[in-house]
């Protein structure tokens, strides 16, 4: 596929985008103005008791969390065991939510009993800015998924932990998995999970096969929006919205673009994207996707590298150190979930993880499965969420006789 149409609108983007006015823009892509949090826009309505929650990073952040519990009367009485949901990269805590009650992990999940968290990191819709920075500071977006783990899904865990005075499930996709590898790797997070599911795992990135990032890392565009002052990359913008109207105006229709970034998928319902689009995408950081393009050049699961002069001072090492995945502890139960059809977590790439864990995870591979179809499939509930929760029962029949 000819991605230069795609670099194109990239480009168009950068040039407009520290002068993005509020002038009227096309509708398609922008939700109306949020009120509310998710539990009023997604949950709710589809009869699921949930609250709202807030907690503080340790370097400020404000962090929102939903918690949601069964539509079932049944059920409904007792909380389950607590599972923390932890999003995927331009997304947030809605992203569970997006099918139908019989297809979304988030609503499966409740449903089966257990107590389930949403979390969502930094400046992303349904998390609360900072004590003290706008958005609209560059400091505001002075982070990577480094800090993601190792301040919002520590600060998530602690705060779950704390409500619940129980040990947690953890649930990852795509980012999520990087943040939660990188975080079990520091005992004093990991002592609060009780096992992890992680679906599309990364912890490598130098074999993705997606044609279209590989271009943008070739022509240093993480780089290059840095150099040019843009901190934050929202496509939710007015210019953003543009550009992606532009891009999905029906000649070149949205599923093709999303399978040019992540692969073929096989099975979610294309005739819902305008309603995900609704949702999607949430802003990130150009520091992280700085960090993520890294990971790719290098092919290392490293911290942040800010250069050499620059690392001696952050790190006292010229390099930045390494999370070693080795040292995620053996008595923590995994399960992972990928596929042959996966263009960001490749099947190579999650080899080399298996290869330095030192545990032997739970594993399912389905050969036609694409880094979406985990999350959004149409089958995904028989697929893949029926495989996850009789991991997750298991290992809780497991402790219950320790």
Same mark, same amino acid.
């Given at each position: ?19 993005? @006015?509020?002038?009227?823009?096309? *509708? ?10 998710? !539990? ?9 008791? !949930? ?14 969390? *939903? ?34 009650? @019989? ?10 009993? &257990? ?47 704390? #409500?619940? %005075? ?30 992890? /599911?992680?679906? $599309? ?16 890392? %070739? ?7 840095? /150099?040019?002052? #843009?901190?934050?990359?929202?496509? %939710? ?10 891009? !999905?105006?029906?000649?070149?229709? $949205?599923?093709?673009?999303?399978? /040019? #970034?992540?692969?073929?998928? !096989? $099975? ?17 950081? @150009? ?8 990971? #790719? ?28 995945? @080795? ?23 999650? *080899? ?21 179809? &985990? ?20 290992? *809780?029949?497991?402790?219950?006789? %320790?």
């Amino acid at each position: 596929m000819d991605h230069s149409g795609a670099l194109a609108a990239l480009i168009m983007f950068l040039l407009f985008y520290a002068t993005d @006015s509020v002038g009227a823009v096309p *509708q398609l892509r922008r939700k109306s103005q949020v009120t509310g949090g998710l !539990c009023a826009h997604l949950i709710q309505s589809a009869g699921f008791p !949930c609250t709202e929650h807030l907690t503080k990073t340790k370097d400020g952040y404000l962090l929102g969390l *939903q918690r949601v519990s069964s539509s079932s009367t049944i059920v409904r009485g007792e909380m389950g065991l607590p599972v923390l949901l932890i999003h995927g990269l331009f997304m947030a805590g809605d992203a569970w939510f997006m099918n139908s009650a @019989s297809e979304s992990l988030g609503f499966i999940l409740a449903d089966q009993g &257990f107590d389930v968290w949403v979390g969502n990191v930094r400046g992303t819709r349904w998390s609360h800015g900072h004590v003290s920075l706008s958005v609209k500071n560059k400091e505001f977006w002075d982070w990577s998924w480094e800090d993601l783990a190792l301040y919002d899904l520590a600060e998530m865990i602690r705060y779950v932990n704390s #409500i619940t %005075k129980a040990k947690i499930f953890v649930v990852g996709h795509s980012q999520g998995t990087i943040m939660s590898l990188a975080a079990f790797t520091k005992p004093d997070i990991v002592e609060m999970v009780q096992a992890a /599911a992680l679906l $599309c795992p990364i912890s490598y990135l130098n074999h993705i096969t997606t044609d279209f990032v590989l271009r943008l890392v %070739k022509m240093r565009f993480d780089e290059i929006i840095l /150099a040019l002052g #843009i901190h934050q990359l929202n496509f %939710k913008s007015n210019m953003g919205t543009q550009i992606m109207d532009m891009m !999905c105006d029906g000649r070149i229709h $949205c599923d093709i673009w999303l399978s /040019a #970034i992540t692969g073929k998928n !096989c $099975c979610f319902n294309d005739s819902r994207i305008d309603f995900y689009l609704e949702y999607e995408p949430h802003p990130s950081s @150009s520091k992280n996707l700085h960090h993520l393009f890294q990971m #790719i050049r290098k092919g290392s699961f490293s911290m942040y590298d800010y250069g050499m002069w620059r690392n001696l001072m952050h790190y006292n090492q010229p390099k930045p150190p390494v999370f070693d995945i @080795s040292q995620i502890p053996t008595s923590l139960p995994l399960w992972m979930g990928y596929g042959g059809n996966d263009a960001l977590a490749d099947v190579i790439d999650v *080899q080399h993880t298996l290869k330095e864990l030192k545990s032997k995870p739970d594993l399912l591979y389905i050969e036609e499965y694409g880094h979406i179809d &985990f999350l959004l499939s149409i089958k995904a509930n028989e697929d893949v969420y029926d495989n996850m929760i009789r991991f997750f029962n298991s290992v *809780q029949k497991v402790s219950s006789y %320790k």
